[in-house]
């Protein structure tokens, strides 16, 4: 291995039984496993052992209210309060680092600041917090509101959130404790810091209960690529997951969103950029493509139409032909980078319903490779050093076989070349990450 | 050991490194523990060993923005947040219950419900929420509010909250899934109930992704006590902790509670009353005794007061002399019942300010029991026959010895006397307590 040689950061997604929308029906697959903490945790295993930087969860809070009858062709996911979950594995894994998505839309900015301050305590330095701002109405319905916030509005709001959960974040400075036990002086009382914050959005006069989080700050992520989310990644965001189709368009936003940094007086290397992949994993490029083809026979119509409305704004397609092109629709308020991205694929490749939401249900708009372990890292590599990304977020199209497959054979093929660790040198997420620890905004 | 008798039930309420104000000072403590996961897991192994009914958690959002110099004096609690700090202790444990405060007043009901039906899933069966509704400015600061909601409101609130709580909990019967490959029906689509709540303080129509919880509800308790708390209680809790500091009155709270029970068509084995109890424990009566002067002279006045102005409404003592009378002060929107006890106390026993705070810096307002195992054990008992208990909420005075003394003391000594379990018979927390599995509404 060449030790000096610049290696790529890997993301595992865990999503109950895989993330191609029918994994839950191959024949690989036991769909109960679903419901199963000991299946999560044998997933953080598996990622661990292949010396992945993090785990990651997405979340989304509830379920959209469509027909209960199309739910449940969907095996929409099952997932419980991703902190409280990771906070169970935190006690079974060592090393591997633990993120989670939590919107900012809903979960006031105190509640938050604490949970990962907690998570970063229980995991001894492990905890990433996923920014995502929701984009979905079925979301607001639950708190109260009949339509989400729009668009700009929640990621100027989401700016003000990351400044009051660092502000929580550094109540205490490094190192405050005494614990005099004869003078009576616990902590020193100058390295104790309220938090005064009086802004657009929040007011919150407090200061959190126990010590700095191990990392100073738990390791931001971020997943918007849209314009706003981009802004927001530029001044908050330490790695960003992003959707890209092809090598062009992925060096276009990674030079893009890197150029930003600058303005924030931020270095290229303090912020991660990492794609999505679903890698279909084969001995042969013939049978990596039946396996690809095995699970897109296995995707419902109907589920891969309601999938496909959802991701571009909940329009309706009913009145299309699933054969016919993709219509034209209105900007959403909710997911636009991802609107997008279909929109240019469906344009570009000129599909028609089914052939979008074929490419869509597969990955949910990630990138798939499909190939032999060699191949695959190939297309790893070539993106690594063509500018296109820092690492990658690993989609495994089931679990845990689609998991243990990237482990057993892709990583192995990546740490031969040099391009990924063989062990971990650090214990923390940032050390993963080569990220510096950020200092307290009082020292 | 006569099994038919009827039995205590014993929750052990962790805190830092010990319920006494200034049992960090204790040379017996190393006040470092506070700040160590490591810490709390031992705790819960020791109680698992006594078979504790569950461990039980307080919760405060936030510090009393009061001069740093006197918090660092008080080692105010050092913790984490509690459903988090659960989810990592369920790991490590096997039968006991996990039972922790969340209020109502800050945190919207859905995350609530979420947080709890995780931890029911993670723990398989060991949740319990013990409900609070919050009572201090401090914490309204938190939250953008100037001052805290009043504390009729609150409660109002609180009971509408459970409602949506409960909704929540109920959005997929048990046993819902199918996992049938081939027809593609992932769960049974009649088993989905989205909840649509439109109430007074709440709109919520929601879903959660995630099972039933085990319990069916995780256990609910509550811990307020004045006359809007115990309606609330009588309406909804299945534990109630009190502070009760004579058999007199706490035979008066336990009738007047249960007697609300038939209001609502509960029966009054429903609900459990738990009065905490902070025991002392000597091989001797005079060792016990000097145990606990020890651990009163480390109490530094400048602590004691605060302390005792916090629970009485933040009221300002200090035009005071500290040997004067308790004065009189108006009433509070905080922590009204707490209040009212210590009014009680200082006019029965017409006490001095010192005195006072003497008595409410050690328990915190609950009873302090001081002796030998066995005539614990007597009080104890005395207690639970004559109808003032159906269990206790044991407050060591230092963790972890006061802990595991009790554990290896009091509770052979009530074991020997068919007053405890030695062995739990059950798996979920609402087992160990003899409380039903309520049904789904929709069942």
Chains 1, 2 share one sequence.
Do not use: C
Not at 244 to 260: E, H, I, N, T, V
């Amino acid at each position: 291995m060449v030790t000096t040689k610049k290696q790529m950061k890997l993301g595992a997604f865990l999503q109950g039984v895989g993330h191609h929308v029918a994994a839950w029906r191959h024949p690989d697959v036991n769909p109960a496993d679903a419901t199963r903490l000991s299946h999560l945790k044998n997933l953080a295993h598996i990622a661990e052992r292949g010396k992945f930087d993090a785990i990651f969860f997405a979340d989304v809070l509830g379920l959209p209210e469509i027909d209960n009858r199309l739910l449940a062709k969907g095996a929409i996911a099952y997932f419980w309060e991703p902190l409280t979950t990771l906070a169970a594995i935190a006690g079974s894994t060592e090393k591997i680092g633990l993120i989670s998505t939590v919107s900012t839309s809903y979960l006031h900015p105190f509640h938050l600041a604490r949970l990962f301050a907690s998570l970063d305590h229980i995991s001894e330095g492990r905890a990433g917090w996923n920014l995502v701002t929701s984009g979905t109405d079925f979301e607001a319905n639950a708190f109260g509101l009949n339509n989400q916030i729009p668009h700009t509005e929640r990621y100027l709001r989401a700016r003000e959130y990351v400044d009051v959960v660092k502000g929580l974040w550094d109540s205490w400075e490094d190192q405050p404790y005494l614990f005099d036990q004869t003078s009576g002086n616990f902590f020193d009382p100058q390295k104790l810091h309220f938090l005064h914050h009086q802004g657009e959005y929040f007011s919150v006069h407090a200061a959190l209960q126990s010590a700095r989080p191990v990392q100073g700050y738990p390791v931001i992520v971020q997943a918007g690529s849209s314009s706003d989310g981009q802004a927001l990644a530029a001044a908050t965001a330490e790695i960003v997951f992003t959707a890209q189709q092809s090598l062009q368009d992925a060096q276009g936003f990674y030079r893009g969103l890197k150029a930003q940094l600058a303005q924030h007086g931020r270095d290229p290397d303090s912020l991660k950029v990492m794609p999505g992949v679903m890698p279909i994993i084969g001995r042969t490029e013939a049978e990596a493509q039946e396996k690809y083809e095995q699970l897109q026979s296995l995707i419902d119509p109907a589920v891969g139409i309601a999938l496909l409305s959802a991701f571009l704004g909940n329009i309706d397609l009913s009145k299309h032909g699933i054969d016919d092109p993709v219509p034209d629709f209105p900007n959403t308020e909710g997911w636009q980078s991802r609107q997008q991205l279909l929109i240019d694929l469906a344009r570009r490749e000129n599909l028609t319903i089914r052939q979008l939401y074929q490419k869509v249900a597969g990955a949910r708009g990630h990138r798939i490779v499909i190939g032999t372990a060699s191949s695959i890292a190939d297309q790893l590599e070539l993106w690594f050093t063509e500018g296109a990304a820092d690492g990658f977020n690993i989609l495994a199209p089931t679990f845990p076989h689609g998991l243990s497959e990237f482990v057993d054979q892709v990583i192995p093929e990546l740490q031969r070349r040099g391009l990924f660790r063989t062990e971990y040198t650090g214990n923390t997420l940032r050390e993963h990450l080569e990220l510096p620890r950020p200092r307290s905004q009082y020292q």
